[in-house]
């Protein structure tokens, strides 16, 4: 069997945090706050994140935090909930969540809420369930979740859900394993899983698994390492995980690793990312791969920061 190189891939993240001039990190410029989550939870669940400086990633993390409670992807970029939700995430990391004014944060999120339950992003009024999740787990960590109508939230979440048992980002739009993590995490998070029919999406996430071994995003797609997090995420909160060979899948990931330099891909050969490389460690660690820290299916944080959070501890 393949190893996971564990050394390697957080060189591989440590270089892509310091290099601001590659291709990479032109690209992802607007993009820094989620690539900061998955890189600093990628060397969590390896074991690794005390190579970084806390309050170093404190001070980069309220640089990019507006008036308005919201946080922008980059120093001098519009807030955005997905942004936020990246921010609150790392912050919840370190153990830091008390550097935050939790009331500002959490009233830029309660006032994404629209009439029909639906979120929006920014303020720009784009609406997808994807905000829905983010707006629900950002609350939830700061323990604002009672700022909202919860149960407005879920049943637009609930209108969102397909005859085939999926879920995608409007009502009527088709399912996509992305859309569907969202939906069930968010679910999870507030308690209201009765709304997924957990059979019928089973049967539909477990078809994602193609013959690689790795898993597709929707029917006729290609397999890409990050739906080994969207869609196993999504088939451990409903308990169905057993319905897809983990050993295959595991395989799959492994063989996506760039052995040289480090880093993970989408596809075996293609170039690495570090988006790939973080659902490639957690798909990984949500598969019981030995000497990862374990990750939380609906918080996407590791199970110790999620019981700090709840449970103090
Ligand atoms: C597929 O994206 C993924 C989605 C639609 C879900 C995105 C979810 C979030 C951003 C919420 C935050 C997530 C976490 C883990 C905390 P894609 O555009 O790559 O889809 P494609 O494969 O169809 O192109
Ligand atoms: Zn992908």
New binding site residues.
């Given amino acids: 069997m393949v190893e996971l190189e564990v050394e390697k891939h957080v060189r591989y993240i440590l270089a892509v945090g310091k290099n601001k001039d590659d291709f990479e990190s032109q690209v992802m410029d607007h993009l820094r706050m989620?690539g900061a989550?998955w890189g600093l939870t990628t060397l969590d669940i390896l074991q690794k994140l005390d190579i970084v400086d806390p309050n170093e990633v404190v001070e980069w993390v309220l640089q990019r935090q507006h008036d308005c409670g919201g946080f922008g992807g980059n120093v001098g970029h519009d807030p955005h909930i997905?942004y936020t939700?990246?921010a609150v995430?790392v912050l919840a990391l370190f153990g830091k969540l008390d550097v935050l004014d939790i009331e500002r944060v959490s009233e830029y999120v309660s006032r994404l809420l629209n009439g029909d339950g639906s979120f929006s992003g920014d303020m720009w009024g784009e609406v997808d369930t994807?905000f829905s999740?983010?707006a629900i787990?950002c609350l939830a960590i700061l323990d604002r979740l009672d700022e909202i109508h919860v149960d407005k939230a879920v049943n637009y979440i609930a209108s969102c859900k397909n005859l085939d048992g999926g879920f995608g980002?409007t009502p009527g739009a088709e399912s996509?394993?992305?859309?569907i993590?969202?939906c069930v995490g968010a679910l999870a998070i507030t308690g209201f899983l009765h709304h997924v029919d957990k059979d019928l999406l089973g049967w539909w996430l477990c078809e994602r698994q193609v013959k690689s071994g790795g898993l597709n995003?929707?029917p006729e797609?290609l397999p890409?390492v990050?739906?080994s997090?969207?869609v196993l995420s999504s088939l451990i909160i409903i308990d169905r995980v057993h319905w897809i060979d983990k050993d295959k899948l595991a395989k799959f990931i492994l063989n996506c690793q760039d052995k040289e330099n480090g880093g993970i891909s989408d596809r075996p050969d293609d170039a690495v990312d570090v988006f790939h490389t973080y659902f490639g460690v957690a798909g990984l660690s949500l598969l019981g791969y030995l000497g990862l820290k374990a990750i939380d299916p609906a918080f996407?944080l590791p199970v110790y920061v999620v019981n700090r959070i709840f449970f103090g501890r």
């Fill in positions: 989620n989550y997905l939700l990246s995430q994807r999740y983010c787990c980002c996509h394993a992305g859309q993590f969202c995003g929707r797609k890409d990050c739906y997090w969207w996407a």
